[in-house]
């Protein structure tokens, strides 16, 4: 779409925008309801206002065909259900947007796909890590202390950190799924730190993958059975370890496995 449909389409629909995101009162029936069917006193329990707000709140939506009353209760329409699922969406998103700054701001987010940056709401429930001046590598450090309780690793980056590696080392022998996207520059030095043999062997018994990824790719991400974590290049170019991405929420880690697939079918699978 371009900037010019995009200008049409706001003039579209501008009002009812205004109409889903200017009332506290609506809004709060209508996350009130979005847990089901409801009577006017559960919706005063929840919402905590009078009656005849509510009312008038929900004789707006009515007006819109946004919710139904049926023999006392109120509910969403099929109409209702959209909405609220695009304004918890909107929500998350902005709090996503809020809460993450510190890794988005003046870092590369275009190697995150157009599809998953429009579900970057998933990682509304995540966790800022950054450098302390008592703790620099603080965030490779909760990263390393995931790792050790983790069975299963998927990681994706092309830069390395020795500590992870002897975490790769303890699931090749837990007999864990190592599966891995990194440049050939980590490759080398993975060689180097786990070994060939052992990179060999967990490979070539099913438990692990490796692609080589290009030299352009600007992100790093780290799959545990039960985490996610996530570290971005600052927009000079350099990457910076100063700051990670951390959840261990399930909408999360359903993001990270949609973002690193996508990296993973870009590139063939490698024979050491």
């Excluded at 998350?92 to 796909?113: Q, S, W």
């Excluded at 157009?114 to 990263?143: A, E, Q």
């Excluded at 399930?250 to 063939?268: D, P, Q, T």
Aim: hydrophobic share 40%.
């Amino acid at each position: 779409m371009n900037i010019n449909d995009m200008f049409e389409l706001y003039e579209d629909i501008k009002t009812d925008m205004k109409f889903f995101t200017s009332s506290d009162v609506r809004i709060k029936i209508l996350m009130s309801l979005n847990d089901g069917p409801k009577n006017l006193a559960d919706l005063r329990n929840d919402i905590h206002l009078s009656s005849s707000t509510i009312l008038h709140g929900m004789s707006q939506l009515q007006g819109k065909n946004i919710i139904l009353r049926d023999s006392g209760n109120y509910c969403l329409s099929q109409l209702g259900k959209m909405a609220v699922n695009k304004l918890v969406d909107m929500m998350e998103t902005i709090n996503t947007i809020k809460t993450c700054k510190d890794l988005f701001l003046n870092h590369e987010v275009d190697c995150i796909p157009k599809n998953l940056i429009k579900d970057i709401g998933y990682l509304n429930n995540s966790t800022i890590v950054t450098s302390t001046t008592t703790d620099v590598m603080k965030p490779h450090r909760v990263l390393s202390e995931l790792l050790m309780d983790t069975s299963n690793i998927k990681f994706l980056s092309p830069v390395f950190y020795p500590k992870n590696a002897e975490m790769f080392i303890r699931t090749i022998e837990r007999n864990g799924e190592l599966d891995l996207v990194v440049t050939s520059a980590v490759m080398d030095k993975m060689e180097e730190t786990i070994g060939t043999e052992k990179l060999q062997k967990s490979i070539a018994s099913g438990n692990g993958s490796l692609r080589i990824a290009g030299n352009d790719l600007k992100i790093s991400l780290t799959l545990g059975d039960e985490f996610l974590a996530m570290g971005l290049f600052s927009t000079d170019g350099s990457y910076d370890i100063n700051v990670f991405l951390i959840s261990k929420d399930e909408e999360a880690i359903s993001w990270g496995e949609r973002l690193f697939k996508h990296y993973k079918y870009i590139y063939e699978e490698f024979n050491i």
